[in-house]
C-alpha cells in the first residue's frame, strides 16, 4: 500500500530569493589572471576591486538564444536552430565620483588620481579613449537572510552606458550594460547558493552509569565488600562464643 502524500503549501517560501548585497557591496572586478572562486563561502580574492554601491533597481542578467525554424515541405515546423546565444548583464552604479569605479568603465590607464594636499581636494582625470574598453572578471555577491548566493563571470566587457545626467534635483549615474563571453570551458557564468538550512547536531552525552564496563566493575567492588563483611562478621561469632571444659 502506498504511504498517503503529506500535502504542501503551494509555495514554498524559504525557496524564494530577494538578493541583497551585505555591507561589503554587491559588485566587484577581479583581473582575469585571478582564479574566481567556486562556492558562496570562500572569500573574495584579495585582488577583488570593489565597485560601490549600485541603484535600488539592483542588477539585471539576461540571456537571448536567436533561432531559426526549419519547415518541411508541409510547412511545419520541425527543427529550431540556435544561430547565437547573447549573455549580458545591467546594472547602475551610484557612485558617480568613486576613482576605481571610473578605471572599471573607461579604463585604468585613462583616470589618474592625484591625492588630496593642504592647498586643493583630491583631484581625478578621465580620458575617454575611442578604443574598446577592458575585458574584466566579476563577482557578484548577493544574500537573504542568511541564504548566500555568488554569481562569477570569467569574461564581460562594457557594452554601452545610457547618456550621463547632471541637472538639479537628479543625481549623477552610470547605467552600464555589459557584453559577457563564454570561458575555456564554454560557459559564461558560474552560481553558487548556499540554504538557510545547516542541520543542528546535537552532541551525544554518555552516562556512566549505564556503561556496561563500569557496572561491572562496580558490581563486583560491592560484592567483594560484602563477602568480607560477611567473613569479619563469622569470626567475630567464633571468637565470642563459650569455650569447652577439660576432662
Known amino acids: 500500500m502506498t504511504a498517503p502524500v503529506t500535502p504542501t503549501a503551494h509555495t514554498l517560501s ?13 559588485i566587484f572586478l577581479v583581473p582575469q589572471t585571478i582564479a574566481l572562486p567556486t ?13 560601490g554601491g549600485v541603484s535600488e533597481d539592483g542588477y539585471t542578467y539576461m540571456s537571448e538564444r536567436q533561432v531559426e525554424k526549419r519547415k518541411d515541405w508541409n510547412g511545419q515546423v520541425v527543427r529550431s536552430l540556435q544561430t547565437s546565444m547573447d549573455d549580458m548583464f545591467e546594472i547602475t552604479f551610484i557612485e558617480f565620483l568613486n576613482p576605481d569605479l571610473l578605471g572599471a568603465l573607461y579604463g585604468t590607464d585613462n583616470v589618474t588620481v592625484t591625492p588630496a594636499d593642504a592647498t586643493n581636494g583630491t583631484q581625478i582625470a578621465v580620458r575617454h579613449s575611442v578604443e574598446m574598453p577592458e575585458h574584466g572578471a566579476y563577482i557578484i ?3 537573504d537572510g542568511k541564504t548566500k548566493r555568488r554569481r562569477c563571470i570569467p569574461d564581460a566587457q562594457l557594452e554601452t552606458l545610457d547618456p550621463i545626467v547632471e541637472k538639479p534635483g537628479e543625481w549623477s549615474v552610470y547605467k552600464a550594460k555589459y557584453s559577457i563571453f563564454p570561458d575555456s570551458q564554454g560557459y559564461t557564468s558560474y552560481v553558487y547558493t548556499v540554504l538557510n538550512d545547516a542541520t ?3 552532541p551525544l552525552k ?13 558490581a563486583e567492588a560491592n560484592k567483594a565488600a560484602a563477602q568480607a ?8 561469632v567464633v571468637a565470642d562464643a563459650p569455650k569447652g571444659t577439660a576432662k
Open 229 to 236: 563483611a560477611a567473613d569479619a562478621k563469622a569470626e567475630a
Open 141 to 143: 555577491d548577493t544574500v
Open 14 to 26: 524559504k525557496n524564494t530569493f530577494v538578493g541583497k548585497p551585505n555591507v561589503t557591496g554587491g
Open 206 to 218: 554518555v552516562d556512566a552509569k549505564v556503561d556496561p564496563a563500569v557496572a561491572d566493575a562496580k
Open 200 to 202: 543542528v547536531t546535537t
Open 39 to 51: 562556492d558562496a563561502l570562500t572569500d573574495r580574492p584579495a585582488e577583488c576591486i570593489r565597485l
